[in-house]
């Protein structure tokens, strides 16, 4: 998400995933390698690195760093560029839904879009995956994308060891596909967008495309719905992917919003799609 607080069982943090961490690690050390040539790895890979995505600093510097990681590397199945553009070459745009699964807010968003027949991705965190499995497989049993968004949303975690980093990555996605057995986690989205080179270096060698925003309407401030719907139908970009939250905290006005907001974009001509994940 772009700023939820909520945070989840510190014993989580300290789970390994230890065969998909031994199975990536050599991948990812090669990455880094590669990142480094180019200019773009961290200075500091002990104390992590300051690459932040634009949902935290600036647009330029990341969209220059993107422009030269557009293709993914040999060997990788994803680009390392943060992907905020909707599949498609059209009128299309992605709705992503964060911070879930939630008992109380997932089962209503899921009703919401099922109502509107609009597939959506939502980027889970981890111990609230691993606590709700069935909330995960409700959501996969829909047609939605799954996305992996750390084990238990550290947003100060780009200040922190890459191993740490690595930890938080990888155990995240084994416990969301602990929940649904062979159903892919695509993408890989920071607590906060703050990306790494090393966080995106660990994401793409594990398959999953980094994934950012570009329209946010800080739902998870419950500013109320005007101010939501005004942020979401105000000049939209070109192939647009949409931030939305279903956990942590009061999601009503974000179901709300969703059930005005998803007819408004159908009756705009809008085809739903879900983020590029191997485009740029």
């Known amino acids: ?25 050599a991948a990812v050390l090669g990455l880094l390698g590669l990142l480094a040539t180019s200019g773009t790895a961290a200075a500091d890979t002990t104390a992590g690195s300051a690459d932040r995505s634009p949902e935290r600093t600036s ?3 990341e969209r220059a760093a993107g422009a030269e990681r557009a293709a ?4 990788y199945p994803v680009p ?7 599949q498609g070459a059209g009128r299309d745009i992605a709705i992503t839904i964060d ?8 089962p209503q968003v899921l009703d919401v879009l099922r109502k509107n027949h609009v597939k959506a991705t939502f980027c889970m965190v981890g111990a609230r995956a691993q606590e709700h499995p069935e909330l995960v497989r409700a959501v996969s049993a829909d047609g939605h994308r799954l996305c992996n968004h750390s084990v238990d949303h550290d947003v100060t975690m780009d200040h922190k060891p890459v191993a740490y980093q690595r930890q938080q990555i990888l155990d995240a996605k084994a416990m969301i596909e602990k929940a649904v057995p062979g159903v892919p986690v695509g993408y890989y989205r920071a607590p906060g967008g703050a990306f790494t ?7 793409a060698a594990a398959g999953m495309r980094p994934l950012g925003w570009s329209v946010d309407p800080k739902d998870w401030s419950r500013p109320g719905l005007a101010a939501i719907l005004s942020a979401v139908e105000t ?3 070109v192939r647009p992917t949409v931030l939305f939250h279903d956990g942590g905290g009061d999601r009503s006005e974000t179901v709300a919003a969703l059930k005005e907001y998803l007819p408004w974009l159908k009756a705009q001509g809008y085809t739903f799609t879900f983020p590029e994940r191997t485009g740029p």
Do not use: E, Q
């Open 80 to 86: 390392l560029g943060i992907s905020r553009l909707a």
């Open 1 to 25: 998400m772009g700023n939820s607080t909520s945070s989840t069982s510190s014993s989580a943090n300290r789970r390994r995933a230890g065969s998909a961490a031994a199975v990536t690690a």
């Open 99 to 106: 911070d879930g699964p939630d008992p109380r807010w997932t």
């Open 72 to 75: 993914a590397p040999a060997g």
């Open 197 to 203: 080179p090393d966080s995106r270096a660990v994401a």
């Open 235 to 237: 000049d939209l970009p």
């Open 59 to 61: 647009a330029g510097a």
